[in-house]
């Protein structure tokens, strides 16, 4: 790296020094009708770790998550995932990078079973092309099969196998939110970014949610979490990333974040 | 100059549109839904006056060739229409835990029934007012705009309405309110708006205006069943033009869309109007095409500006 | 386990709905019987019904596998009807200004390559937008559509429509001249056959009394059967292949995008082109209803591309369940009794009003009680969609019913 290139790293509120970065998000901007929303948002999720996303109403997180996964398209700046620039990439071809979200409040998926919610999950079905389904249903009904294997297993680790055949529908918002990580888990992602997983969940689900995320952490799955549960991205995460008001504030570890004065100052001001 | 003559019948047919457009757009950005019964509460507005003129005649005196008892028949246009559409919002809309999409199915039977009724009620067949007809104004003949005093009391009555309305969005409370829920009905429904309330002005005004164009609607052309459905998609086109939730891009589409309408004939003429071509060139579309040209306009800015002219990228 | 006792069992696990359908299927069948055997119904006739209802049932499907699977909502079935009606007469019929004279089954195919393409043409500007931009753009298109097809009289012979259309197995062996070459039947239903049986819960004796009748069974009605085995053999295949892919991953991800778009995007299914094979599948299934029709009427006009048809097909789907196949199948049925009974009302001069204003009100108040009050249509999908062989034991129904929800596509 040039001298100029580290000299401009070092305005960087972000930690820029990480050694295996699975997502790379660079000077990412996003205005809606004069209103910015991102302001060159800059910052890098490490391999392994769980990264927090944290700031005051309004910062602007969501709409980061909405850039990254290509919900929106930014108006300048740059996202990476696994090293391939993914900048202005549909959610779709994202994903298939490696990059799977979740949502706040995910819709019900009406009509299905807990257990064809899941099989939504993994990517690239063989069945999910209408040709194959006529030619070689064969290969559809076994890897139909091992999805289903797969799911099964996946809600037993989950704890939630018992809801397998309920209605969609009928499970609680916080059942709803395993399932969803479940899911999720089933596409196999490189990295999932986690839009406040616990928000309206009781805090005993809570605990478990945490357990959960926590596993699949040690198991090698990179995530990066919105919450608004302080407790919950603090016993979770390392590092966590302060954004405030589009841009990045600062990044570090936990206790570090809690001290800060700057972050203590964008919380108290940014509500006044 | 026939030019002139059709930019004139563009300018007649624009108001009438304009005032369909407002109240579908209105609708559709505070009660949230595309309401497919919007031309038909045109029609409902037409065949109200008509009845009500047909009892109470003329009423004698005369403005721009149209007696005192048209205009008296006009008011119970709009009210009638606006009766409707609140009963109809009360007694169908307002019970339905629906998304919009439910609410647009919905509002497809609402057509059905309001159509239904009227055709049984009058018959299929073409009716029109009891108004004597009136020769084109002739001091414009030499132009050769042949527009009539009927003609010029649409412009100036859908004119006078839309200035209404312009006044009542920008400068009353309620129009400051309905202005706040189309922009963002879950924000204005925590800052203390009485959405209801509002929802239910939405429909008396949006009706309200349909009636009054389904009344110079009828003035224009007949009545018939089918006058306000066969409007609908011109009107929807317009919106969409336009740019849904934007009440003003939805005039400006609707001005824009009657003007298209009535300017297609002129594409099998396009010689005797443009210069350097042979008098005798014509594109083979005819005037039976307005309507289809409207559409794939509509369709081809879907493709490239999905907000509409006046609304903003998201 | 004997067969009554199967039939026991699997009655038993039907849900109510699905009893009352049933006992409406075999009350109405009764009464056709009845109707047939006293002579009231013709059987040409009532072979022609079957026909306009197998009709009727492919337009479901078509319309089922756009609004019931993937939340489309295409208010341009009457012109993907046309299509496939005028690509065929097109190519096949002696009046025909273009082509002619060709083998229905070039028709067939003609048919269906223009549906698609205009199928792509209506959904490429549109499937991007939001679900309520489809509806509206279709329904203008098909407006397009018609337009043309009643003024470009050098093309499709304007309102005149066009005539000489063959039937479908013209040019075919054997089948071409089955109707000539089969004998006249005369089948003479004894008279004063009666019959009496108890109802044993009511204890009341029932009699039944046909008048004696003569069927008269010739050429035309064999071309009838003909034609009802023709449709009933694209309805069947149609509904072998919905099936299939319905409860496949395929179908999985279409049923995802109609609840939950942005949730199947982020799982990395490109919803676009999802939605786009749902449109066409349709499309393609409403112009073999069309293809069917101009050979079971042999003369198509503009009058077969009027909105009305697209509505009518809009409340079967809804009435049958959105999403359902059988369900479709059995709201294409209810819809020919509406449609064909209410011609029947034109022959009794007391009532006062119209028929086809008679028509609308009972399409809007059917559309406007259905979305009130069973949003979700009588025969909702009730049993988990999984790949079959992939299953070894799966429950016929999820706990409870699965689409006891309210219909509609996705929150906006």
């Known amino acids: 790296m040039s001298d100029v290139e580290e000299a401009v790293d070092q305005e960087f509120a972000a930690d820029r020094s990480k050694e295996n970065v699975v997502l790379r998000v660079e000077d990412l901007q996003k205005t809606f009708g004069g209103l910015v929303a991102t302001d060159h948002a800059t910052f890098d999720v490490e391999r392994g770790t769980i990264t927090g996303l944290i700031g005051p109403n309004g910062a602007g997180k969501s709409t980061i998550f909405n850039l990254i996964s290509g919900f929106y398209q930014p108006d300048g700046g740059r996202v990476e995932v696994n090293g391939v620039d993914v900048t202005g990439m549909e959610p779709y071809e994202v994903a298939d990078h490696g990059l799977i979200r979740t949502f706040q409040t995910p819709r019900k998926l009406e ?26 249903p064969g290969s559809v009904g076994e890897a139909e099969k091992r999805n289903l294997a797969d799911a099964q297993r996946i809600l037993e680790e989950f704890e939630i196998d018992h809801l397998a055949t309920q209605p969609a529908t009928d499970i609680s918002g916080g059942q709803m939110k395993l399932v969803e990580l479940a899911r999720a888990m089933l596409a196999e992602p490189e990295i999932l970014l986690l839009d406040e997983p616990v928000a309206g969940v009781n805090p005993t689900l809570r605990n478990k949610l945490a357990d959960q995320i926590q596993r699949l952490n040690d198991e090698g799955t990179t995530c990066l979490l919105i919450e608004h549960d302080m407790d919950f991205v603090m016993k979770l995460a390392d590092p966590v990333v302060v954004l405030d008001q589009g841009s990045v504030l600062m990044e570090g570890p936990p206790q570090r974040v809690q ?14 | 100059m026939v030019l002139l003559d059709h930019i004139a019948s ?60 048209f205009f008296v028949a006009l008011l119970a246009g709009i009210a009638v229409a606006a009766l409707v559409a609140v009963i109809t919002e009360k007694v169908v809309y307002e019970g339905m835990d629906l998304d919009s999409i439910g609410m647009l199915i919905t509002s497809i039977g609402i057509a059905f029934i309001y159509r239904a009724v009227v055709q049984m009620w009058f018959g299929a067949d073409a009716v029109r007012y009891d108004i004597q007809a009136l020769r084109p104004i002739e001091w414009l003949l030499p132009y050769d705009v042949r527009v009539t005093e009927h003609d010029v009391a649409i412009v100036i009555s859908a004119a006078v309405l839309v200035t209404g309305l312009h006044v009542l969005l920008q400068y009353s409370d309620l129009g400051r309110k309905m202005r706040a829920m189309a922009d963002n009905p879950d924000l204005a429904r925590v800052s203390g708006i009485r959405t209801d309330r509002i929802k239910l002005w939405t429909w008396v005004i949006g009706a309200g205006l349909a009636g009054s164009g389904g009344v110079f609607l009828g003035l224009f052309n007949l009545l018939r069943p089918r006058m306000g459905f066969d409007l609908l998609l011109l009107i929807f086109a317009a919106v969409i033009l336009g740019g849904i939730g934007s009440v003003y891009g939805a005039m400006l589409g609707a001005f824009l869309i009657g003007m298209i309408h009535e300017l297609t004939p002129l594409l099998s003429q396009l010689g005797a109007v443009l210069p350097y071509l042979p008098d005798t060139f014509g594109l083979p579309i005819g005037n039976q095409y307005g309507s289809a040209i409207a559409f794939v306009i509509m369709v081809i800015v879907l493709l490239f500006r999905p907000q509409g002219i006046a609304g903003e990228a998201v | 386990m004997s067969a009554v006792t199967r039939a026991r069992a699997h009655w038993a696990d039907l849900t109510r709905a699905e009893r009352g359908v049933t006992w409406f299927v075999v009350g109405f069948a009764a009464l056709l019987l009845f109707g047939l055997l006293s002579g009231a119904l013709a059987p040409t006739y009532f072979l022609y019904l079957v026909g306009i209802a197998g009709m009727y049932a492919l337009l479901s499907f078509g319309l089922n596998s756009q609004w019931g699977f993937t939340g489309l909502i295409n208010f341009s079935v009457a012109a993907f009807f046309g299509v496939g009606a005028y690509g065929t007469a097109l190519m096949t019929a002696e009046g025909s200004p273009l082509a002619g004279g060709f083998n229905p089954l070039i028709g067939l195919v003609v048919a269906l390559v223009l549906a698609a393409v205009l199928a792509l043409l209506i959904g490429i500007p549109t499937l991007r937008l939001r679900a309520d931009y489809l509806a509206i753009a279709s329904l203008g298109l098909a407006e397009v559509v018609r337009t043309i097809v009643k003024n470009e009289g050098q093309w499709t012979n304007g309102t005149a429509g066009i005539r000489g259309i063959p039937s479908f197995f013209e040019g075919w062996p054997v089948l071409a001249t089955f109707p000539e070459s089969m004998p006249g039947l005369e089948i003479v239903v004894s008279p004063g056959w009666r019959t009496t049986f108890t109802v044993p819960v009511v204890d009341v004796g029932l009699e039944f009394v046909i008048p004696s009748s003569t069927l008269l069974l010739g050429t035309s009605f064999w071309r009838a059967l003909l034609n009802v085995a023709l449709v009933l ?25 109609r609840s939950d778009e942005d949730l199947a995007r982020a799982l990395g299914k490109h919803t676009y082109s999802f939605k786009m094979q749902s449109f066409v599948l349709g499309s393609l299934l409403m112009a073999l209803a069309g293809v069917f029709y101009a050979h079971l009427n042999l003369f198509v006009s503009p009058g077969d591309l009027d909105p009305i048809t697209t509505f009518y097909v809009w409340v079967a789907v809804i009435l049958g369940g959105s999403g359902s196949n059988r369900g479709a199948l059995f709201g294409g049925v209810v819809i020919v009794s509406i449609r064909e009974g209410t011609r029947f009302l034109n022959e009794f001069a007391w009532i006062p009003v119209d028929v086809a204003p008679l028509r609308f009100l009972m399409i809007g108040v059917l559309i406007v009680l259905l979305m009130r009050f069973r949003p979700q249509g009588v025969l909702p999908p009730q049993r988990e969609l999984i790949w079959p062989t992939a299953v070894d034991k799966a429950p016929s129904r999820p706990d409870s019913g699965v689409r006891d929800v309210k219909a509609g596509g996705g929150d906006e």
């Open chain 3, 233 to 257: 053999a694209f309805v069947g295949l149609s509904y072998a292949l919905l099936r299939r892919v319905h409860r496949s991953p395929w179908g999985r991800v279409l049923r995802t995008i």
């Open chain 1, 259 to 272: 001290t800060d004065s700057r972050v203590i100052e964008a919380y108290l001001g940014g509500d006044a």
């Open chain 1, 111 to 136: 009509g299905m079973t807990v257990r064809e919610a899941m099989l939504v999950g993994p990517r690239n079905q063989p069945g999910e092309s209408f040709v194959n389904l006529l030619t070689s």
């Open chain 2, 10 to 69: 563009g300018l007649i047919f624009s108001s009438i549109i304009i005032l369909g457009s407002i109240g579908l757009s209105l609708v559709y950005s505070i009660a949230d839904f595309a309401n497919f019964a919007h031309g038909d509460t045109m029609t409902v507005g037409a065949y109200s006056s008509f009845v009500t003129f047909g009892a109470i005649g003329g009423l004698g005196g005369a403005v721009l060739g149209l007696p005192l008892g």
